[in-house]
């Protein structure tokens, strides 16, 4: 009994010391990502011996499957595009790829990439496994060998232009984020960015411009056109006057790397669902059409315009803009970081039931889920930003806000409405929305402090805060008016009301009352700006111009010295001229730089 036991001990103590090597192996076997020197090294080696060599970015990435193995490899179809050849001849643009889970480059769709090889074409590949367990056959064509694949960093870019001699002038294009919004002008490292078309300043508003004293405003000479103007656009009068009144936004956004402003939207009046996007430069009084208006109203032109491509993703016109223009609210704003305009299109009546089907399908998934579109002005493209992660909380797109924020270098995404409540930023680098949790994370306490649907907000980088404002007219279907201005301070990470009228209170008709009143003010009715030298928001409703010191909590109606606020919805503060402009029509300086 004895030699049993005994020989019975030993084998438990074989077999958990055999469980135990098994576990440590399979601990050992966990992928370390690879450090940026290994990387190189690779590069390298595969310079030394590939035949080709090219910078692109990824237009599709198809993965076909996985191995058993620990760790897996995964096996997929590549696609580039946007290629530069550097070394060897033009290759095949689709071709096998396989690298080890958490180890080597996954591909993702937007990233530039390094790419060398031999002969690049699709490779022959046996029958693999996929991870549905369904064997598939990739079908036979040229031999080749991909000796590396990876991000552009700055550094992979500058080996390889030591090795091949050759420039790779957007090198400051290298990112690592699938779908993500990404800098695509022309200029390189160090030089300055080429602003596109270049207008000479009409010496009579360069006149107005100086002539301005604190409080004065002026009317400026008939405004002009140029840019991608088309048969649509004269058919509706923008040849004349530029994009015209509009309320699905009227929102425009300073471009301080431009000068300008930039402006898209569409409208419940006409024109109403066009896709054109226009900047305004104030020297020369131009309203600049970036991007030709295509009419997406009715059914018909909706299919004419459609690109069928886009309805396995996300529908685009064939120009690569969102297929159905929708509401943007206040949902507008510039990021200079990538050069680029971002708006949250969020989409509306759809005349088309197979694009109807591909945007609900792309809103309830990883894919699109937040609605989220870049527009590049100088290089006059769109692009539909999917893939996007997240941290914290999901957020969900409606009659919310987008502010870029400086000293962020992100825009901060904010909305209180039945649908979801709370700020977010972006950062487009990562392509990642961060849940800021705002007042403590208690979304009770957000929500009561932040104004409701359809408020306009502005960033006060001088304190650093935000300052958000609502209060509808008499026409509004709400019971009880009421006007609500609140501060978000950057330091606490709270929202608070500062200010809260109702009633005749809010447009200062209550006489009997000593409360200071406040305007109206709403996102599809009322301009809101902040003047960086007067240190004031400045809002404009009708022919009535308010001013709101963040400091005092105090709104104030203006009266200025010349002619009253006149030329529409569509306006912007000009931070580079000190002024608040108005349609290229109407100018008003509130306080001149010292």
């Not at 438990?12 to 450090?35: I, M, W």
């Not at 991007?291 to 016109?317: M, Q, Y």
């Not at 006149?566 to 002024?579: E, Q, S």
């Not at 402009?581 to 300086?589: A, H, S």
């Amino acid at each position: 009994m004895t030699f049993k036991r005994r020989h019975v001990l030993s084998a438990g103590v074989v077999l958990l010391t055999g469980q135990l090597a098994l576990a440590q192996f399979r601990f050992d076997l966990k992928p370390k990502p690879e450090s940026a020197d290994a990387v190189a090294a690779r590069l390298k080696t595969a310079l030394a011996k590939g035949d080709v060599v090219l910078v692109a970015r990824i237009e599709s990435w198809k993965m076909v499957g996985q191995t058993r193995s620990l760790p897996p490899s995964n096996f997929g179809k590549v696609t580039l595009t946007d290629v530069k050849v550097l070394k060897g001849e033009k290759p095949g643009l689709t071709f096998n790829y396989s690298y080890v889970s958490g180890r080597g480059y996954a591909p993702a769709v937007g990233d530039r990439v390094i790419c060398v090889g031999k002969n690049m074409q699709l490779t022959i590949r046996p029958a693999i496994e996929r991870l549905d367990g369904k064997k598939v056959q990739v079908q036979k064509s040229a031999s080749t060998r991909v000796l590396f694949l990876h991000n552009a960093t700055k550094l992979l870019l500058a080996l390889v232009e030591k090795s091949t001699g050759a420039s790779v002038t957007d090198s400051a294009n290298a990112n690592s984020t699938a779908g993500s919004a990404k800098k695509t002008g022309d200029a390189e490292d160090g030089e300055a960015a080429r602003v596109t078309p270049v207008l000479t300043p009409d010496p009579e508003v360069i006149k107005i411009i100086d002539s301005l004293g604190d409080g004065e405003s002026a009317l400026l000479p008939k405004v002009k056109t140029t840019g991608a103007i088309n048969d649509v656009a004269r058919t509706f009068g923008m040849h004349e006057n530029g994009p015209g009144a509009r309320d699905f936004s009227h929102k425009m956004a300073w471009m301080p790397d431009r000068e300008r402003a930039i402006f898209f939207g569409a409208n419940h009046g006409a024109p109403h669902r066009t896709t054109d996007v226009w900047e305004h430069d104030l020297p020369s009084n131009t309203w600049v059409c970036l991007h030709a208006p295509e009419n997406v109203k009715g059914a018909a032109d909706f299919a004419r315009h459609l690109d069928p491509a886009t309805l396995k993703g996300v529908p685009a016109t064939k120009t690569g803009a969102p297929a159905t223009p929708g509401h943007t609210w206040w949902n507008l704003t510039y990021d200079p970081e990538i050069e680029a305009m971002l708006i949250l299109n969020c989409w509306s009546i759809i005349p088309h039931k197979e694009a109807a089907a591909a945007v609900h399908k792309s809103r309830r998934s990883d894919l699109h889920r937040m609605p989220l579109w870049a527009y590049y002005p100088e290089s006059r493209k769109w692009k539909v930003i999917t893939n996007s992660k997240w941290k914290g909380r999901m957020p969900q797109a409606g009659v919310c806000s987008l502010e870029y924020v400086p000293e962020l270098k992100k825009p901060v995404f904010t909305i209180n409405s039945w649908k979801c409540q709370g700020m977010w930023t972006y950062d487009a680098e990562s392509n990642t929305w961060e849940d800021m949790k705002p007042n403590g994370g208690d979304i009770k306490s957000f929500a009561s402090n932040f104004p409701g649907m359809e408020r306009v907000v502005v960033y006060v980088p001088d304190r650093k805060m935000l300052v958000a404002h609502l209060c509808n007219d008499k026409s509004s279907r709400r019971k009880e008016i009421t006007g609500v201005t609140s501060h978000y301070s950057f330091e606490t990470n709270a929202w608070m009301r500062v200010m809260t009228r109702k009633g005749d209170e809010c447009w200062g008709r209550d006489k009997g009352d000593k409360k200071t009143p406040m305007p109206i003010g709403n996102d599809h009715q009322t301009p809101f700006v902040y003047d960086q030298v007067g240190k004031v928001c400045l809002l404009v409703h009708g022919k009535d111009l308010w001013a709101y010191d963040p400091g005092k909590v105090e709104w104030t109606k203006i009266t200025p010295r010349g002619p009253a606020p006149t030329g529409g919805r569509l306006a912007y503060y000009d931070a580079a001229r000190n002024v608040f402009v108005i349609n290229g029509r109407w100018v008003y300086r509130h306080k001149r730089t010292p």
